[in-house]
């Protein structure tokens, strides 16, 4: 019977959310609310889309069968090149990434979406680097036919709202939006980062006109569909577009940093 549920896991996409809302007693650093919203909304997405969906506390989910593409969402407070578990302790990226460099993992494409700050600066909006992720150090940490897709760039905060961060529901919108689905991931990746740098923008007294600019760091050798609908005898059903908030609670409610 296990080994029966192993081939029918393996005949679908996974996606693995690794999300962290609240850390420790005695961990300092700030609640989350808006990670439960990402959860839900990134499972009903995902699994409308035909991926197998968990929520996870880890990554132990690199040596179990998988279809044509596994997607992982790592959501929690970062810094440059990591990202803090709920115990407060560091987890290096490049230790992640070198978790998929095996061979159950081998050609299949690999989708990373990291929803956490690298740093503390602020964007104003102005040109901030590339749009591309160009350190040599965490690239070379990334296994092939891999892309990474972090919410902001090297240096800079990444916002969180309590209705969800702006990144992934953001990239939950296009998903749910007819005519993305069926983009090649780098294209999909670049309407995510012009839908973000150019609708996104803080309010509150602190943060408001403060901008996010994601970048995508990517090993692919191939072009990728991870997200494509079936043809139309297959009987999938178009999904309404949302919108990323309420403008009621907008009004409301004020950002702060991931």
Do not use: C, W
């Given at each position: 019977m296990l080994q029966r549920k192993r081939l029918m896991d393996g005949d679908r996409n996974r996606a693995v959310v690794v999300s962290v809302?609240?850390?420790?007693?005695?961990v300092p650093l700030k609640p989350r609310p808006?990670?439960?919203?990402?959860?839900?909304?990134?499972?009903?997405?995902?699994?409308?889309?035909g991926f197998k969906v968990e929520l996870h506390s880890d990554l132990s989910e690199s040596r179990r069968p998988v279809k044509d593409c596994f997607l992982a969402v790592l959501s929690s407070h970062g810094e440059e090149g990591c990202v803090f578990g709920a115990d407060g302790q560091p987890v290096h990226l490049s230790r992640i990434f070198t978790y998929f460099d095996n061979d159950y993992m081998e050609r299949k494409a690999k989708l990373f979406l990291i929803q956490a700050c690298r740093g503390d600066d602020l964007?104003?909006?102005?040109?901030?680097?590339?749009?591309?992720?160009?350190?040599?150090?965490?690239?070379?940490?990334v296994p092939?036919?891999?892309?990474?897709?972090?919410?902001?760039?090297?240096?800079?905060?990444?916002?969180m709202h309590p209705l969800g961060s702006v990144f992934l529901q953001t990239f939950c919108t296009l998903?749910?939006?007819e005519g993305n689905r069926n983009l090649?991931?780098?294209?999909?990746?670049?309407?995510?980062?012009?839908?973000?740098?150019?609708?996104?923008q803080a309010k509150g007294r602190v943060l408001g006109g403060k901008k996010e600019m994601p970048c995508l760091l990517t090993r692919l050798t191939r072009e990728v569909f991870p997200f494509a609908e079936p043809e139309k005898d297959g009987g999938?059903?178009?999904?309404?577009?949302?919108?990323?908030?309420?403008?009621?609670?907008?009004?409301?409610?004020t950002h702060s940093i991931s």
């Open positions: 809302a609240r850390y420790n007693p005695g808006g990670a439960k919203k990402d959860e839900k909304r990134l499972h009903r997405t995902l699994s409308r889309l964007d104003d909006g102005v040109e901030v680097d590339s749009a591309v992720e160009s350190s040599s150090s965490q690239y070379l940490s092939i036919d891999t892309a990474v897709m972090y919410a902001t760039a090297p240096g800079y905060g990444a916002f998903l749910e939006e090649e991931l780098t294209r999909l990746m670049t309407r995510l980062s012009h839908r973000v740098a150019y609708t996104f999938t059903t178009g999904i309404s577009a949302t919108e990323l908030v309420d403008p009621e609670n907008v009004r409301r409610r």
